[in-house]
């Protein structure tokens, strides 16, 4: 027994940390086929102990969320649907009972509430307990109805997504590779969560109905597929579905299977209900699973190969990734030969060696990933100088992962992807210069810094006799420079590549500091880290880069080519010297990003924390007992309603 609880234990440990890292962080720090064999190994101790200990992942139903977004308590408990592999479980489960079988969709779950046949509120699931309000976002979905046809109070989940095509589409958007984002569900949460919806607009986020959970004056006749089909009339998206027997379950989830290269809509697996609604309700649930229906994931296909060797990937911030290049393999109708690795921890726990027999898999049918290796001779060796420029290497801990990084910042390519960052569509947007146009021109001898970028004319001769290119080319290349030297700081700055400064915050800092650059580059850290959205880790980060002479010495032959011009500031400047925080929801404002402008726009300045310094905390519950409103009303800071900060625009009372 002790030994049993000891491994339950570490266990739950491990899962936990794992699930962390994974939901709150977005890094994987295991395979997801080692979770589940984990997962169920607990499992079965507990069946075997009768014991479950406190925080494990068996029964608990998530974390809480760290957002700002404003949190609400749901009504009901949302908790997590009990799952299986076994098609014959399925069987059981159904018995002689109808049920419907659709999709479990990979992307964040949503609830809906709709009165008077509008929209009137969005909260994600959160923890199951406790969600955020992101009513602003999910207006702005693709395709969430703003009002229905029935005028009575409506409740369903859904979940939101971001649809394989879009997701490609946007990553190409994206010139540097290092900058994509690595899956649909990870830029999905980002999205959802945003406290911008103009952001959320842009990533063509999706709505597919799953569950109805309430409509008033509704009679569905117990049928879980006419409530449905009533949704489907409503206007909403619905998940797609089929229904099964227990003779015929076996057929379905086959033909799910057969459709699930051609969906375009991210899942992870499928989820079985029954129609009888009043039957499904009657089970009850138990602490973490309801009763009423369970989920099915796809066992995965196993495919046995041998490993030829590991590459080393660096990217344009000195990461190096390791990445398993095997013998082809076919997976789920596809050839596979490569996989990534995520980082040392992994390689290190997979203990993986040239020659080695592995089992690789496809994540959700999907992602090539390896799930064990058999032979464990654990011979690959850490490369010590970095494989494109031959400098050292570092190994770094950054939470529960080790990574591997070059530190030589002479490094190609790190120079090539900076370039790439430098040239991509938020920064300054040179149309025609890829990663290998700019290798091409690096290898010439024709950019060394990015200033170079605009001189490409000293180099003609060169460039219109390199492979793919002519004449043309160069006049369209020298041409899409010229256009992009007309530019804003907000877009120069994020083009420095500048570690963890993304469009968003370098807007912002250019707002603090009003477009004037010898400011922000003065600025200490106190000042920078004081910028809403900002904080002291990427204040440090921002510092440390001006105080580099050579960096300095390299933006200063960038500005001899552009022209920057200022964000467009109103004429009003009643809030000059005034300092605003902005906290919960809004009525009037779309989100607290389009308060904040037209702060800023006054001459104000809109900041993330109450200080001796605010002037008003703008809060439409000024009753709570947020510890922003504590705050204020410790410092003796008023707190105004959206309506009374309005009120006083108006009538010149912010003056």
Not at 469 to 482: D, M, P, T
Not at 642 to 653: A, D, H, I, N, T
Request: glycine letters at 8%; proline letters at 3%.
């Amino acid at each position: 027994m002790e030994q049993k609880l000891a491994r339950m234990r570490e266990l739950t440990e491990v899962l936990n940390r794992a699930a962390r890292a994974y939901y709150q962080e977005s890094r994987e720090i295991m395979p997801n086929v080692e979770y589940d064999r984990l997962y169920d190994e607990l499992k079965q101790l507990e069946a075997e102990t009768g014991i479950t200990l406190s925080g494990s992942p068996t029964a608990t139903v998530g974390y809480e969320v760290l957002s700002e977004l404003p949190k609400e308590r749901h009504a009901a408990a949302m908790l997590s649907l009990d799952k299986t592999k076994d098609v014959e479980a399925l069987k059981a489960w159904l018995g002689e009972k109808e049920g419907l079988l659709s999709w479990k969709l990979d992307g964040l779950t949503i609830v809906l509430t709709y009165q008077d046949g509008k929209l009137f509120k969005a909260v994600t699931r959160g923890n199951g307990e406790i969600g955020e309000v992101v009513t602003a976002n999910a207006r702005v979905f693709e395709n969430v109805p703003l009002t229905i046809p029935h005028t009575g109070e409506t409740v369903l989940r859904g979940e939101a997504v971001i649809r394989y095509s879009d997701f490609a589409k946007i990553n190409e958007e994206i010139g540097e590779a290092d900058s994509r984002y690595k899956n649909p569900r990870n830029l999905c949460s980002g999205s959802v969560r945003q406290l911008n919806s103009q952001v959320t607009a842009g990533r063509h986020v999706r709505f597919y109905a799953f569950s109805l959970v309430s409509a008033e004056g509704v009679d569905f006749q117990n049928s879980r597929k006419n409530q449905f089909l009533w949704l489907k009339n409503q206007g909403f998206d619905i998940v797609e579905h089929r229904m099964a027997t227990a003779k015929t379950i076996e057929e379905t989830v086959r033909w799910f299977s057969s459709s699930i290269e051609k969906n375009d809509v991210p899942s992870d697996g499928l989820v079985l209900c029954f129609e009888d609604i009043a039957y499904g309700e009657s089970l009850g649930s138990t602490a973490k699973f309801p009763r009423h229906s369970i989920a099915f994931k796809w066992a995965d296909e196993m495919g046995e190969t041998r490993l030829r060797y590991i590459e080393w990937s660096p990217s344009r911030t000195g990461l190096i990734n390791p990445v398993a290049v095997f013998e082809p393999v076919e997976l789920e109708g596809t050839t596979v030969s490569r996989a990534s690795v995520h980082n040392l921890s992994i390689l290190k726990e997979l203990a993986l060696g040239e020659g080695d027999t592995i089992t690789v898999y496809k994540a959700n049918m999907i992602i090539p990933q390896i799930a064990e290796n058999k032979t464990r001779s654990g011979s690959v060796v850490i490369p010590k100088q970095c494989p494109v420029c031959g400098g050292p290497t570092k190994v770094k801990a950054e939470g529960d992962a080790e990574t591997l990084h070059c530190v030589n910042p002479d490094c190609q390519a790190k120079k090539v992807k900076s370039f790439a960052l430098f040239v991509s569509r938020d920064a300054l947007n040179i149309g025609g210069l890829s990663e290998a146009t700019l290798e091409k021109l690096i290898g010439i001898g024709a950019v060394h810094e990015p200033a170079d970028l605009f001189c490409l004319e000293n180099h003609r001769e060169a460039i219109v006799e390199l492979e793919g290119f002519g004449e043309k080319s160069f006049q369209n290349l020298c041409q899409a420079a010229v256009k992009a030297a007309d530019t804003t700081l907000a877009r120069l700055l994020y083009g420095l590549g500048i570690a963890g400064i993304g469009p968003a915050n370098a807007r912002m800092i250019c707002r603090a500091f009003d477009d004037d650059l010898d400011k922000i580059m003065a600025a200490d850290r106190e000042e920078l880290a004081a910028v809403d959205g900002i904080g002291p880790v990427l204040a440090e980060a921002f510092a440390a880069y001006f105080a580099a002479e050579k960096n300095r010495e390299s933006l200063e032959h960038v500005l001899a080519h552009v022209t920057l011009h200022k964000e467009e500031r109103s004429g009003d400047q009643s809030l000059a010297g005034q300092v605003f925080v902005i906290t919960g929801s809004l009525n009037r404002f779309a989100n607290r990003d389009q308060l904040k402008a037209y702060i800023e726009q006054r001459g104000g300045k809109a900041t993330g924390s109450v200080t001796g310094k605010t002037t008003f905390l703008i809060n439409n519950d000024s009753t709570s007992n947020s510890s922003k409103n504590k705050k204020a009303k410790e410092l003796g800071i008023p707190i105004l309603t959206e309506e009374e900060f309005l009120e006083r625009m108006e009538e010149g009372k912010c003056l």
